[in-house]
């Protein structure tokens, strides 16, 4: 009778099949279109966001998260509910709306965010909940940031790509003005990323289909007329 009953069991639990999963979903209101969204690295309960405002906001979801882990069930019901939520920080000194933003995966809380008027502002964390934004942007392009990266080693070092076909790296410790920009494709420069492993290698793509691969070690023959500019290119992997 037992292994009658076990053999039942086991045919119940094959009809009804695996059971389909189940999305958990929690809004928050976002004044005008999102263009971007990323969230920190060290810290994913934080996240930035650009908008067509002009603004770039900075947001703490961790309570969404928190409800959603602790709730597998009953969840439908917020899914249509569109959270009324202050941003942590709302920075309105960009000069137009924008799509280049980036967290640094090295020093938590650090970000740089670019705009359509070739703007770059960098900020850095003052709290828990507080930013300090560089009211003097970063200038180099000519024309949009179109994005962001942050170098992988150097924690002061992040590369721009633009709408006036180049890529720049910026190093924050000498000023406002490029430590190198470089032409690098015949269209717009729309997205670059900086290689985790190689930090050396710099990928980007451009309006014509094209991308390319660059190693930035090539690039130290151009930056020798400062000290600071050789050590600099040194760190990213030359020999």
Known sequence: ???????????????????????????????????????MPQKPHICASWGDTGHVQIWDVGSHLNAMAESETNISKDA???????????????????????????????LVSGDCKNCIHLWEPASESTWNVDSKPFVGHTASVEDLQWSP?????????????????WDTRIGKSPATSIKAH?????????????????????????????????????????????????????N
């Open 1 to 39: 009778m037992d292994s009658e009953s076990s053999d039942s069991d086991d045919d119940d639990a094959e009809n009804d099949g695996p059971k389909a999963p189940v999305f958990q979903v929690r809004k928050v209101f976002h004044e005008g279109c999102v263009n971007r969204i990323r969230a």
């Open 80 to 110: 249509m509910t569109i959270i009324n939520q202050p941003p942590l920080v709302k920075f309105t000194g960009h000069k137009d709306e924008g799509y280049a933003i980036d967290w640094s995966p090295l020093v938590p809380g650090r």
């Open 153 to 169: 080693t150097e924690p002061f070092v992040f590369a721009s790509g633009s709408v006036d076909k180049t890529i720049a790296i």
């Open 186 to 238: 015949e269209t717009d420069v729309n997205v670059i990323s900086w290689n985790r492993l190689a930090s050396c290698m710099l990928a980007s793509g451009s309006d014509d289909g094209a991308f390319s691969i660059r190693d930035l070690r090539m690039l130290k023959v151009c930056l020798q007329k400062t000290k600071l500019d050789f050590i600099f290119f040194d760190s990213l992997g030359s």
